[in-house]
């Protein structure tokens, strides 16, 4: 079974560093373009960021250019994300997602998220 | 940046059409991909470049896209169905979510 599984999250104060996990299986990890995409509490999805197969090229959302750096673990079939100088206003769930087909930039697999909380 | 507009809530008859739409400057030139949300779940994607299916998607959902405006389609609407919908498109090595759509079926 096709699986994404998301950890790390939690409270953390503002300012404050966390670093989230995706852990993949049930496909060749290693071949696919990953991203990280987050919602607020009652808000739609905002796209985070992503990193292509093999880690050499990468990319970010405004709100987060300069914080947040996505990186994997291509041996361990695990994605991360380093999110420091955190923000209230970074309070979400984070989901990471497969991307489906390079050129296409589409979604076919999505984790069930992890919260982050930052607040004092 | 590129930015998808789409209405905050549409509403469907039980087993009417719903039309969700995503405006977005020649967006006709884009592939546009769909996502159905349901509160407290993942988004689970429901068409992907402008009109396919992926597997297990029920053939109700349908999508278009021309000139500034994709649709994405909803025919014989269930109560199932209701959920959040996002449009996505891909512009300048970034992602674009529209703001999102919640669909009632009443």
């Known amino acids: 079974e096709v699986q994404l599984v998301e950890s790390g999250g939690g409270l953390v104060q503002p300012g404050g560093s966390l670093r989230l996990s995706c852990a993949a299986s049930?496909?060749?990890?290693?071949?696919?373009?990953m991203h990280w995409v987050r919602q607020a509490p009652g808000k739609g999805l905002v796209w985070v960021s992503r990193?292509?197969?093999?880690?050499?090229?990468?990319a970010y959302g405004d709100s987060v250019k300069g914080r947040f750096t996505i990186s994997r673990d291509n041996a361990k079939n695990t994605l991360y994300l380093q999110m420091n100088s955190l923000r209230a206003e970074d309070t979400a769930v984070y989901y990471c997602?497969?991307?489906?087909?390079?050129?296409?930039?589409?979604?076919?697999?999505w984790g069930k998220g992890t919260t982050v909380t930052v607040s004092s | 940046s590129y930015e998808l507009t789409q209405p905050l809530s549409v509403s469907v008859a039980l087993g009417q059409t719903a039309r969700i739409t995503c405006g977005g400057n020649?967006?006709?030139?884009?592939?546009v991909h769909w996502y159905q949300q349901k509160p407290g779940q993942a988004p689970v994607l429901v068409i992907y470049?402008?009109?396919n299916r992926p597997s297990g998607i029920p053939e109700r959902f349908s999508g278009s896209n021309s000139g500034n405006t994709a649709t994405l389609t909803i025919s014989r609407a269930q109560a199932g169905d209701e959920a959040d919908y996002y449009c996505?498109?891909?512009?300048?090595?970034?992602?674009?979510f529209g703001g999102g759509t919640k669909l009632t079926v009443l």
């Open positions: 997602a497969r991307d489906s087909t390079p050129g296409y930039y589409y979604m076919d697999v």
């Open positions: 049930g496909f060749t990890f290693s071949s696919y373009w």
């Open positions: 990193i292509n197969s093999d880690g050499s090229s990468t």
């Open positions: 020649n967006i006709g030139s884009k592939n």
């Open positions: 470049r402008d009109n």
């Open positions: 996505q498109v891909w512009d300048s090595s970034t992602v674009v």
